[in-house]
């Protein structure tokens, strides 16, 4: 074997490597060297797509890492290399140790490291404490004329004194030479400086490139042993990690009971208590699922799902499980899912099947303050050694990127920020110029002029580079055996430990991720039940209530009232509820899917209304799919159907089907996807079928199914949405308080108060002696939570609200000041806004008791009573304009408690009217094919690119004193309108076409000012 470079960084040595994994190993491959090692900076992030992209070139793979002391300590670091398998599993754990243990000390560590693992150091102190040991080696640098060599040779001799073996190493950062200029780059970014402002030993010389062996022969001609041990330590590494074996979780089972009789035992006692008494195919189902999810070995798994909501279940916790778990009967036993499939025509296999290659998913929703109490129970049942978050890893983005690269080469931000606010959010730097250019709105941006061209080219060859590592929203790890046997953790931003594998590699390891999630429509539901029984003093049992029955929840989806409910609030779901007056549990599990984007290609979308709306009549592609497609009108909606069209059609088994349904969705493998199309039109041409007509429905399956929901998902989460116009039907304040105390959804805070008060609720501001933190409601009230003044720190908030339940309420701004911690910038916050109005004197006399008080912090009785004097004496002040009130309102609470915003801009709105006609939004709808005039405040926007030509069009939702305006802005309108729209949220002046269809109006706008 040749020389091997057994010291190399990728860019997961986070900010410093310069060069990814695949280039580094297509450049080793290029060398034409044999193996290569992967040696990241505390984390061995990158493991699995290393040895994937090894495994592709034809390389030999050797997983390590450098430890590097923590910061603030010595620097020193050391090289691990694995032997075995048993020597990467103590690699791990020890990075697992640098990053969790607060007194971790590298030289203790290293001297318990065992003969499975090599280790490479120039550090004396360590070389000195572990001399004599086989494993352990010299690494001898690569430095460059004169310096170089004689560091060599001290370090030879070093070698000698201890009775270590020197090996040849590089510290390779980057590809080429032509990488260090990056490479200073992303450590001026990590140490928080310039490229000419670097701290010593922040960077690597020049020379750290990946060198080829005849250059690494010509650097170590005086010490040829030292090449030699290289390829010596490259060859006797060998670690085989069995990728893609299964690893599912173990669960504690009862004496005498296996994974699969516990389930089996659960799963009929499920579907007896769930079904009453089952009938013979739902005994066969069950059956039939149990013994697939035996022969996957997948029992333990389900079982683990089962205790997860058992527990939620015991603990009043409301849960969703969504996705294609739902297709499964034994799920819904579990009471893991909520969808009876029997009911729904739902097909476990496009769950789980015998020819699946991967894991199935379960997806568990909790509300967002549950999803912690789960999470502290999963890690204290199974072991914070066998249990972990999986991690995602931030990459640097368009913004991220152009920002820091800016301020690496020293440009001040006056001179760039304006610029990073116009980059589109969650772009790639790779192709940024291209994008800014096709943008309306970032089009005359002076990106070609210094020094922006400069900052985009080096944004460029950093896009998508990582960052930091961070926590996965909602992925959870339980592993057979400590996860430290396959990965290291470290600690998450939330104080519960993190694989350093993402999602992917953790799935390719075969531990199975399942993904708990906080989700803020669930929480909602649990706040508002909470406040209703607070308030009315009941005792609700969710379960018992019908909600699917509900005439108050329909009426509310039949007139597309739905803002703030789970899954439908959005302009679209709203805008279909009313053309197709849904108020059935059916047919809003199709209108949730239709909107995707595979339904709309080939035109599903209005086929299914005008045929649901009978403006159509049904037609199905062949008699053979009528039953399939009957639910639908005709219309391919669901990824199901994709299964029974191909098995109704062709003949496919639901395995074989479902294994279409993967090629088109992921379009991982042509060959099989090819292959797949064979079977469907073989299967087909023997049942007869027309040559035409096996075409026109591939096609429509092929065009739509990466992109078409799964009905069981739908089905789940429409479940929650009638849950939800429940509570807000029937107790609108406490709803409504629920979802901004939840930061909303869809839509931003000042449109939720808007719509609360469009709902009839009266608006109250926040106030010391009334608020609590969040918002609350009751009746025909909402009150605006302390939560929602800016600057008020959150001790500060539950301070106010403790002391006031504790001493009773408080009686004046000087009692309030005496009781409560606040600076003089929160106690002006609050009295600016409203929040002290109830201590007595107008809102500018308030401020001045404030300014008075807390500038004089004398507190002898002799102070006090000066301060007293001041306070009795300050004249009577005039109180604040109606005008001057909305005004503090927006400024403390970035929302309008008094009124709609319209009222901040009246006499510009008056001056509008008079010049024209102005059309309110509850009379948009009788103007159909006129051309008027609006005035709007901008509530939401959504941009897409058209399909024909990729050009950007946007759907804007403005709202007016009296209701919502749905506007369109075709590509050329856009284009004319979009610096305008980013000018302000408004007032707007609109100018534009009505278009009416199925009774529900849109304005087509031709033009857009902003008026103040």
Request: aromatic content about 8%.
């Amino acid at each position: 074997m040749s020389f091997v470079h057994l010291h190399v960084h990728s860019n997961y040595s986070l900010l410093s490597g310069s060069s990814t994994i695949e280039d580094l190993v297509n450049g080793a491959a290029a060398l034409g060297m044999e193996s290569l090692a992967l040696t990241d900076t505390n984390g061995m992030y990158a493991t699995v797509p290393f040895i994937q992209a090894c495994q592709k070139a034809g390389i030999k793979p050797i997983p390590g890492a450098e430890i590097a002391c923590p910061e603030g300590s010595t620097a020193e670091k050391a090289v691990l290399l694995p032997r075995n398998r048993a020597g990467y599993s103590e690699i791990c754990r020890l990075v697992t140790a640098r990053h969790l243990d607060a007194d971790f000390s590298l030289l203790e560590a290293l001297e318990g490291v065992s003969e499975n693992v090599f280790v490479l150091t120039r550090c004396e102190n360590q070389l000195k404490r572990l001399s004599g040991r086989k494993h352990v080696y010299v690494a001898l640098p690569s430095g460059v004329g004169h310096q170089g060599r004689q560091q060599r040779y001290y370090c030879r001799s070093l070698a000698d004194r201890c009775g270590l073996r020197t090996v040849a190493t590089n510290d390779v950062h980057f590809l080429k030479p032509d990488g260090h200029f990056i490479h200073r780059v992303l450590s001026a970014v990590r140490t928080g400086t310039t490229v000419g402002t670097l701290p010593e030993g922040a960077v690597a010389p020049p020379e750290c490139y990946l060198k080829s062996a005849a250059e690494m022969r010509d650097v170590f001609r005086d010490f040829p042993e030292s090449l030699r041990a290289a390829a010596e330590i490259a060859w006797a590494c060998d670690v085989n990690l069995e990728l893609g074996r299964s690893r599912p979780p173990r669960f504690p089972l009862p004496q005498g009971e296996s994974a699969y009789s516990y389930l089996t035992a659960l799963a009929f006692e499920g579907l007896r208590r769930r079904c009453g008494p089952f009938t013979r195919e739902a005994h066969e189902t069950l059956a039939r699922e149990l013994d697939v999810i035996e022969r996957l070995k997948m029992a333990s798994y389900f079982l683990v799902c089962w205790d997860i909501v058992r527990f939620a279940r015991e603990k009043g916790v409301p849960s969703l499980g969504r996705g294609s778990a739902a297709n499964s009967l034994v799920s819904y036993c579990l009471w893991i899912t909520h969808v009876n499939p029997l009911e729904h025509n739902l097909f476990f296999e496009r769950f789980l099947n015998l020819e699946r290659g991967t894991p199935p998913d379960f997806d568990l929703d909790f509300g967002t303050e549950d999803r912690e109490i789960v999470l502290d129970y999963l890690f204290e049942k199974y072991g914070r050694d066998h249990t972990a978050m999986v991690s995602t890893i931030s990459t640097l983005r368009a913004r991220s990127a152009v920002r820091e690269v800016a301020k690496a080469l020293g440009i001040p931000e006056s001179e760039f920020g304006t610029v990073v606010k116009r980059i589109p959010h969650f772009s790639s730097a790779a192709n940024l110029e291209e994008k800014l250019q096709q943008n309306p709105e970032t089009r005359n941006l002076p990106v070609e002029d210094e020094p922006f061209n400069t900052i985009l080219d080096v944004a460029r060859r950093i896009a998508e580079f990582p960052r930091h590592v961070a926590t996965h929203p909602c992925g959870i790890v339980i592993s057979p055996e400590p996860i430290t046997d396959f990965m290291p953790l470290q600690m998450g931003e939330k104080g519960l430990e993190v694989t350093q594998w993402t999602m992917y590699p953790v799935e390719d390891a075969g531990l199975i991720k399942i993904d708990i999630l906080g989700q803020k429509g669930l929480a909602v539901i649990s706040d508002t039940i909470r406040a209703v029984e607070r308030n009315y003093g009941v005792s609700v049992n969710p379960e018992s209530i019908d909600y699917l029955s509900d005439k108050k929840g329909k009426a509310l989806m039949r007139e597309g009232k739905t803002e703030g409910c789970f899954y439908i609030e959005s302009p679209i779901m709203q805008q279909l509820f009313r053309q197709a007056k849904c108020d059935d549990f059916e047919v809003l599990t199709a209108l949730s899917s239709i909107i995707r984007p595979g339904v709309s290609n080939y035109g599903g979308k209005q086929l299914y209304l005008k045929r649901y709306l009978g403006e159509e009549p049904v037609r199905y592609p062949h008699p053979s799919l009528e039953e399939v497609l009957e639910e639908t009108f005709g219309c391919l909606i669901y990824q199901e159907q994709v299964i029974q069209v191909a098995v109704s059609m062709a003949g496919m088994t639901l395995a074989e089907a479902d294994g279409l349904r993967v090629c088109m969705s992921k379009k991982r493998n042509w060959h099989k996807m090819e292959s797949y199309k064979e079977r469907f039109f073989q299967g087909a041409r023997e049942k007869g079928i027309p040559e035409p007509v096996i075409e026109e429905v591939f096609s429509q399956i092929e065009s739509f199914a990466g992109y078409a929901f799964c009905k069981a998902h739908s089905a789940s989460f429409a479940l929650e949405s009638f849950e939800s116009l429940y509570w807000r039907a029937h107790y609108p304040a406490e709803f409504m308080a629920a979802v901004l105390s939840n930061q909303g959804g869809y839509y931003s805070t000042m449109e939720y108060v808007e719509e609360a008060r469009r709902m009839g609720l009266v608006i109250l501001p926040p106030c010391v002696n009334k608020s609590d933190v969040a918002y609350t409601g009751k009746g025909r009230e909402l009150r605006v939570g302390l939560m929602q003044v800016k600057g008020l720190r959150r001790e500060v908030m539950e301070q106010i609200v403790s002391k006031r339940d504790a001493g009773g309420e408080y009686r004046s701004v000087e009692n309030f000041l005496d009781r409560v911690a606040v600076t003089k910038r929160e106690a002006e916050m609050l009295a600016k806004c409203g929040a002290m109005d109830t201590l007595g004197g107008r809102r500018p006399e308030i401020l001045w008791q404030v300014a008075v008080t807390l500038e004089r912090g004398d507190t002898t009785s002799e102070g006090l009573s000066t301060r007293r004097a001041v306070v009795e004496a300050l004249p009577v002040l005039d109180d604040l304009t109606f005008e001057e009130r909305m005004a503090y309102e927006l400024e403390c609470l970035d929302v309008c408690v008094s009124a709609h915003p319209f009222a901040l801009f009246r006499s510009q709105i008056d001056r509008a009217r008079r010049l024209r006609p102005i059309v309110d939004s509850t009379d948009v709808g009788s103007c159909d094919g006129q051309v008027i005039y609006c005035l709007g405040w901008e509530v939401t926007m959504k941009r897409v690119r058209t399909e024909k030509d990729g050009r950007v069009m946007a759907f804007v939702t403005f709202s007016d004193e009296r209701g919502r305006i749905e506007t369109t802005f075709f590509p050329d309108s856009y284009e004319r309108c979009a610096e305008e729209l980013f000018k302000g949220a408004g007032p707007f002046l609109l100018l534009g076409k009505v278009e009416v269809s199925m009774r529900v109006p849109n304005l087509l706008v031709e033009r857009v000012a902003l008026i103040r």
